[in-house]
């Protein structure tokens, strides 16, 4: 074949290198950049023929770089189309265990070494090498895994024998026939669809795979038999022109795929902002928890979404849930009440951050938790494996966990990550601040009610209070006229009640009292101390254990002393009282420690906890037995440290017990003019 007829192949493969070059500007993938390297060989193969006198004996250096550049870029294009190629670390390393044997191959073959054993050798290495790399590429065995080893070894077996015959050729043809029938078997395998170009592709590489073989049968068995060589070169045309092909294809699915998720993107938007605006309103009675659960799960990448929230002390409730089958929408209904917002935290600060404000823990660390499991398989990747759990917190912004809302079953595990989150974190956020708005709302309406009911009573215990004075007044004058008996008992009983009633009616006056409150600096601990030593004595007959627990930088308050007194004693006496009722052990636990700009003081206890914690700042509503209590106590303290710009909460605690949180301002973010009046004080 003379210089002139092989010009033109050699001008197309260099338009098909410089193609591939502006192809690879456009896009970072390995896989192009593989493929201009590849082309870039079978380039340097075409040159080297070129070069190749159209008569006799040509140099073994021209042979070494036409056979050396044509069997790397064999490997080049196997490694390209294999599932490794975008690992850089399993791409490098299957280019050197495959190259290398196979091209140090190609040119002893070239410089015709008569030594078997580096033939042997290089075969074997290059086999083995290229075994071990399927394997690990794959990991899991397979028909279509077992069904390559088979061939690979049957085709290994054939090269090897012939090479300890001190026959080489074979190795060659079967080193190259597998290097270019191989990425056809990967394309197909790899690529997913049958489009032209990948239909192209890989009728190319299996007939460019074919030629070796093919051309060793001819040579031996129709020794004179005269094929032009543009015939061997039309399979590598197929190849060069499908695999443009099948980049644009790419590119166009490309194209399309990111037009779905645009749409998906804007409907997720538009069932999002329609329920923000909703929550937002604070027109709803009743907040949309199953709207919100399906809305995640029809517009985002889970499939399954439940909405958990605080069950006011009585662990979690399923508030809302989209995607669970039965079974498992039960089985999450009976683990809620067992965990709480303090697992929620736990959850948070032990998982893995995703996004602003989510977090994933695998199967491993979720399991401490006894979540439900998905009945779902995923394949290792570094997104998502079988097994992990996706929270999001409702967080208040005071950093109160309100709640959560749990994400499992994702449909494409490489999507989880914090672009795709993102919308899903501003929704829980808006879902916070409606629950925030409503616990306000109730807290106002509960206000207004205490603000009326206070109106009410104040004019009835006035009412009563003159009346009741002077009962109590005869009634002591007539107890002094008459002599011990049994009239004198009962008139004591008569006047002992009279007691009772003015308690009662001092309350009532205390509970609708809305006085100026005279705050001043007040060191916590000493106040604290004082209240229980009040007690000592009916705490140590009753065996009853009682823990203090005080910050020693705690702060200074600012509070009037004396209500705050009368707040520690009514939530200590609530506290006796709760675990008298209970079992053992019977302990009582007070804290007090700073966070932020306030003083926090809890009081816990052992007891059965509150019956109702909705209604427990409710005035007159208790559960103490007839003549123990009013009611009236925490009313009371709802009131006195609401006027001192404090919060008081109530919660059950597991397994048994309550807790009540007070918070007071730092004795620092008292405004300015009562600090002053405190100071002149």
Same mark, same amino acid.
């Given at each position: 074949?003379?210089i002139?007829?092989?010009?033109p192949t050699?001008?197309?493969?260099?338009?098909?290198v410089?193609?591939?070059?502006?192809l690879?500007?456009?896009s970072?993938?390995?896989?192009?950049?593989?493929?201009?390297?590849?082309?870039?060989?079978?380039?340097?193969?075409?040159?080297?023929?070129? &070069?190749?006198?159209?008569t006799?004996?040509?140099?073994?250096?021209l042979?070494?770089?036409?056979?050396?550049?044509?069997?790397?870029?064999?490997?080049?294009?196997?490694?390209?189309?294999?599932?490794?190629?975008?690992?850089?670390?399993?791409?490098?390393w299957?280019l050197?265990?495959?190259?290398?044997?196979?091209?140090?191959?190609?040119i002893?073959?070239?410089?015709?070494?008569q030594?078997?054993?580096?033939?042997?050798?290089?075969?074997?290495?290059?086999?083995?090498?290229?075994?071990?790399?399927?394997?690990?590429?794959?990991?899991?065995p397979?028909?279509?895994v077992?069904?390559?080893?088979?061939?690979?070894?049957?085709?290994?077996?054939?090269?090897?024998?012939?090479?300890?015959?001190?026959?080489?050729?074979?190795?060659?043809?079967?080193l190259?026939?597998?290097?270019?029938?191989?990425?056809?078997?990967?394309?197909c395998?790899?690529?997913?669809?049958?489009s032209?170009?990948?239909?192209?592709?890989?009728?190319?590489?299996?007939?460019?795979?074919?030629?070796?073989?093919?051309?060793?049968l001819?040579e031996?068995?129709?020794?004179?038999?005269?094929v032009?060589?543009e015939?061997?070169n039309?399979?590598?045309?197929?190849?060069?022109?499908?695999?443009?092909?099948?980049?644009?294809?790419?590119?166009?699915?490309?194209?399309?795929?990111?037009?779905?998720?645009e749409?998906?993107m804007?409907?997720?938007?538009?069932?999002?902002?329609a329920?923000?605006?909703?929550?937002?309103?604070?027109?709803?009675a $009743?907040?949309?928890?199953?709207e919100?659960?399906s809305?995640?799960?029809?517009?985002?990448?889970?499939?399954t979404?439940?909405i958990e929230?605080?069950?006011?002390?009585?662990?979690?409730?399923?508030?809302?849930s989209?995607?669970?089958?039965?079974?498992?929408?039960a089985?999450?209904?009976?683990?809620?009440?067992?965990?709480?917002?303090?697992?929620?935290?736990?959850?948070?600060?032990?998982?893995?951050?995703?996004?602003?404000?989510?977090?994933?823990?695998s199967?491993?660390?979720?399991?401490?938790?006894?979540?439900v499991k998905?009945?779902?398989?995923?394949?290792?990747?570094?997104?998502?494996?079988?097994?992990?759990e996706?929270?999001?917190?409702?967080? %208040?912004?005071?950093?109160?966990?309100l709640?959560?809302?749990?994400?499992? $079953?994702?449909?494409e595990?490489?999507?989880?990550?914090?672009?795709e989150?993102?919308?899903?974190?501003?929704?829980?956020?808006?879902?916070?601040?409606? &629950?925030?708005?409503?616990?306000?709302?109730?807290?106002?309406?509960?206000?207004?009610?205490?603000?009326?009911?206070?109106?009410?009573?104040?004019?009835?215990?006035?009412?009563?209070?003159?009346p009741?004075t002077?009962?109590m007044?005869?009634?002591?004058?007539?107890?002094?006229?008459?002599?011990?008996?049994?009239?004198?008992?009962?008139?004591d009983?008569?006047?002992?009640?009279?007691?009772?009633?003015?308690?009662?009616v001092?309350?009532?006056?205390?509970? %609708?009292?809305?006085?100026?409150?005279?705050?001043?600096?007040?060191?916590?601990?000493?106040?604290?101390?004082?209240?229980?030593?009040?007690?000592?004595?009916?705490?140590?007959?009753?065996g009853?254990?009682v823990?203090?627990?005080?910050?020693?930088?705690?702060?200074?308050?600012?509070?009037?002393e004396?209500?705050?007194?009368?707040i520690?004693?009514?939530?200590?006496?609530?506290?006796?009282?709760?675990?008298?009722?209970?079992?053992?052990p019977k302990?009582?636990?007070?804290?007090?420690f700073?966070?932020?700009?306030?003083a926090?003081?809890?009081?816990?206890?052992?007891g059965?906890g509150f019956?109702?914690?909705?209604?427990?700042f409710?005035?007159?509503?208790?559960?103490?037995?007839v003549?123990?209590?009013?009611?009236?106590g925490?009313?009371?303290?709802y009131?006195?440290?609401?006027?001192?710009?404090?919060?008081?909460?109530?919660?059950?605690?597991?397994?048994?017990?309550?807790?009540?949180?007070?918070?007071?301002?730092?004795?620092?973010?008292?405004?300015?003019?009562i600090a002053?009046?405190?100071?002149?004080?």
């Amino acid at each position: 074949m003379s210089i002139l007829e092989k010009i033109p192949t050699l001008v197309t493969v260099a338009v098909l290198v410089g193609i591939f070059a502006g192809l690879k500007r456009h896009s970072q993938s390995a896989r192009l950049q593989l493929w201009m390297v590849a082309w870039f060989l079978i380039f340097a193969h075409f040159v080297a023929q070129l &070069l190749e006198p159209a008569t006799g004996q040509a140099s073994a250096f021209l042979l070494a770089l036409d056979l050396g550049s044509l069997q790397a870029s064999a490997v080049v294009f196997v490694v390209s189309v294999s599932a490794v190629v975008e690992d850089r670390f399993k791409r490098n390393w299957m280019l050197l265990a495959l190259g290398i044997p196979s091209v140090v191959y190609a040119i002893l073959t070239c410089f015709d070494l008569q030594v078997r054993w580096p033939y042997v050798l290089c075969l074997v290495a290059c086999f083995v090498g290229g075994l071990s790399c399927h394997y690990w590429a794959k990991k899991k065995p397979s028909l279509y895994v077992d069904a390559l080893t088979l061939v690979g070894t049957a085709i290994a077996y054939w090269a090897v024998t012939a090479a300890l015959r001190g026959s080489y050729d074979e190795g060659m043809t079967a080193l190259l026939g597998l290097g270019f029938a191989l990425p056809g078997i990967f394309v197909c395998r790899n690529y997913g669809r049958t489009s032209p170009g990948v239909v192209t592709v890989v009728g190319g590489f299996l007939c460019w795979g074919a030629v070796f073989p093919v051309a060793m049968l001819l040579e031996k068995f129709f020794p004179n038999l005269n094929v032009p060589a543009e015939l061997w070169n039309t399979p590598k045309m197929f190849v060069a022109f499908g695999m443009i092909l099948a980049v644009v294809e790419d590119k166009s699915e490309s194209i399309e795929r990111m037009q779905r998720k645009e749409r998906a993107m804007n409907h997720q938007l538009e069932r999002f902002s329609a329920i923000t605006s909703r929550l937002l309103s604070g027109a709803m009675a $009743d907040l949309p928890y199953d709207e919100i659960a399906s809305a995640i799960t029809e517009a985002s990448n889970f499939r399954t979404a439940a909405i958990e929230l605080d069950n006011a002390g009585h662990g979690l409730r399923v508030a809302g849930s989209s995607g669970l089958s039965p079974s498992a929408f039960a089985e999450l209904q009976e683990k809620a009440p067992h965990w709480t917002t303090d697992n929620i935290k736990e959850f948070c600060s032990r998982g893995r951050r995703i996004g602003n404000n989510s977090f994933l823990l695998s199967q491993h660390e979720a399991t401490k938790y006894g979540p439900v499991k998905s009945q779902l398989a995923y394949d290792p990747n570094p997104n998502w494996n079988t097994g992990d759990e996706l929270l999001i917190p409702l967080c %208040s912004a005071r950093g109160a966990y309100l709640g959560c809302i749990a994400l499992d $079953d994702p449909r494409e595990a490489d999507a989880v990550n914090a672009q795709e989150l993102a919308r899903i974190e501003l929704l829980a956020a808006d879902l916070a601040v409606a &629950l925030e708005l409503k616990s306000l709302q109730n807290q106002l309406v509960r206000s207004e009610k205490l603000a009326a009911l206070g109106q009410l009573v104040a004019g009835v215990a006035h009412e009563l209070n003159n009346p009741l004075t002077s009962v109590m007044g005869y009634g002591e004058l007539l107890s002094e006229e008459i002599p011990a008996g049994p009239s004198r008992q009962r008139l004591d009983k008569l006047v002992n009640e009279g007691r009772r009633m003015k308690k009662i009616v001092e309350n009532l006056l205390r509970f %609708s009292r809305q006085s100026a409150v005279d705050r001043q600096s007040v060191d916590l601990a000493p106040v604290l101390q004082e209240v229980l030593a009040l007690r000592e004595y009916y705490v140590h007959t009753r065996g009853l254990e009682v823990a203090v627990d005080i910050h020693p930088g705690l702060p200074r308050v600012a509070v009037d002393e004396d209500q705050f007194k009368q707040i520690l004693l009514n939530l200590v006496n609530n506290a006796i009282d709760a675990v008298e009722e209970g079992g053992e052990p019977k302990r009582i636990t007070v804290r007090a420690f700073p966070r932020g700009n306030r003083a926090i003081l809890e009081v816990e206890d052992s007891g059965p906890g509150f019956a109702d914690v909705n209604r427990a700042f409710d005035p007159f509503y208790t559960t103490k037995p007839v003549g123990k209590g009013t009611g009236l106590g925490l009313s009371i303290c709802y009131g006195i440290i609401k006027e001192h710009a404090g919060e008081i909460r109530v919660e059950n605690i597991k397994p048994c017990g309550a807790r009540v949180t007070v918070e007071l301002p730092l004795r620092e973010t008292v405004p300015t003019e009562i600090a002053i009046a405190a100071h002149m004080a």
